[in-house]
């Protein structure tokens, strides 16, 4: 079974900011854990599949959640980073989230560099090559792969609200975590 998240980048100010160890951070890394150990608490019989798009915020926060999970439960959860395009923290200015991103791309059980996919291919566009029209590629690919979409989401348009948008479009199954009420 596969999970993927969305969800909002630190700046947003329902969000704990960039510091983890916010008592907002916290309490929303601990609601995905929670999340994600109720799927599979419902699904005794499957792996969880856990994907992610590498970005900051809710996105790292969410691969740290099911990393956690993973030394709990071994054999029932996988991690998958779906990757915009190779070097994607080139463009970050913080070590420690860019330390962040380059361990979890090595931890990992799957990187998916989303743009070398065909389907998911900008035409005329490099591969390895930043273009904002590729979050929405990247978002794309991961509500394809999933049965579940948890969006921490607070209602807002935005790269969210339009993967929230298309996951209701081809009828996914969303959990909305509201970071309002967390």
Known sequence: MNVCVTGHRPS?????????????????????????EDILKENPNETINCIEGGALGIDQMFFRSCEVLRAKYPDKITLEVAILFKNQANKWFN?????????????????????????????????????????QKRNMYMVDK??????????????????VNYAKKINKTIIKIDPREV
């Open 12 to 36: 947003n100010p329902n969000l704990g900011g960039y510091d983890w160890n916010s008592d907002k951070n916290q309490r929303i890394m601990l609601k995905l854990y929670q999340t994600v």
């Open 95 to 135: 070590k420690t989230d860019i330390d962040r991103y380059y361990k979890q791309v090595l931890i990992a059980d799957d990187v998916t560099f989303v743009d070398e996919l065909e389907k998911y291919h900008l035409k005329g566009i490099e591969n390895e090559i930043y273009h904002p029209a590729k979050m």
């Open 146 to 163: 999933a049965d579940i979409v948890i969006a921490v989401w607070d209602g807002s348009k935005g790269g969210t609200g339009n993967c």
